[in-house]
């Protein structure tokens, strides 16, 4: 397994509000962990959100006791508990510091192992499972707009130009209680796991993805190769992607 990580700032914005983590080495007790998260809020509220979030989802990890976690099924309750935990750090902080009031973040994390995914997911990054002739996205947005196409009133193509096409319907810290969505799909037959921010996806669409992820060469080149296109396209968001090659 080989990967590879990168967050831009992008063509438009000033500040990175995203933050990523990525280890194909044991964190705590997982063997892998893989990290997006897309901050928001006014002046650097955002990038406080996205980074602690991190930081406090990775802490309760990597201080959980192995003991206590021995089978690969036990991995999806400690990443939802970790979600949680982190949740609560950022909205206690935000409680606390009026200039973060209100900030928030998503938080899209993943564990790879036996030829599945481990998921975890809240908000608008998403993951994305790569063939060498597919892609499908895993995760659901928790937008406004996804929530009207899901009860039929609203079709996919008219959602792409609807003015509250970015609207957030859940997010990570704005909330003393957070609901995540917790999914473990098979990974079979599957080349690479693609792990983004929406500035990648708002910008690219699934063709231009899968062409770039299957191209030839390094994952370091195929991953700033998606930024790069994205930042041609418009870059009008910051951008992040973790582009994981499972080297099949």
């Known amino acids: 397994m080989y990967v590879s ?42 990038e406080v959100a996205s980074s602690q979030t991190i930081e406090a989802f990775c802490d309760y990890i990597r201080n959980f006791p192995i003991a206590q976690l021995i089978q690969p099924e036990d991995y999806l309750d400690l990443l939802v508990t970790a ?17 973060l009031t209100g900030m928030g973040t998503t938080l899209t994390a993943c564990v790879i192992e036996d030829e599945k995914a481990i998921i975890v997911h809240v908000g608008d990054s998403r993951v994305y499972a790569i063939k060498p002739d597919s892609i499908t996205q895993l ?15 609203l079709t996919p193509d008219d959602a792409k130009s609807h003015p509250k096409r970015h609207m957030l319907t859940r997010v990570l810290g704005t909330q003393a209680h957070l609901q995540v969505d917790g999914l473990v799909p098979s990974l079979a037959d599957c080349t ?26 390094y994952v370091e080149q195929r991953t700033k190769a998606l930024i790069d296109e994205a930042n041609l396209k418009g870059g009008s968001d910051n951008i992040s992607a973790i582009l994981i090659d499972i080297g099949r």
């Not at 983004?196 to 699934?206: A, R």
């Open 139 to 153: 995760t659901s947005d928790h937008t406004y707009v996804e929530e009207m196409i899901t009860a039929g009133q």
């Open 5 to 46: 990580g990168i967050t831009d700032t992008g063509s438009v914005r000033t500040q990175n509000q995203d933050a990523i983590f990525h280890s194909r080495e044991q964190v705590g007790p997982l063997p892998n962990l893989f990290i997006v998260a897309d901050g928001m809020g006014g002046h650097n509220a955002g």
């Open 192 to 217: 690479a796991i693609l792990l983004c921010s929406d500035g990648l996806c708002n910008m690219l669409d699934d063709q231009s993805i899968l062409e770039i992820v299957n191209r030839p060469g």
């Open 83 to 99: 979600a949680q935990h982190a949740n609560e750090a950022v909205f206690s902080r935000a409680g606390d510091t009026e200039s």
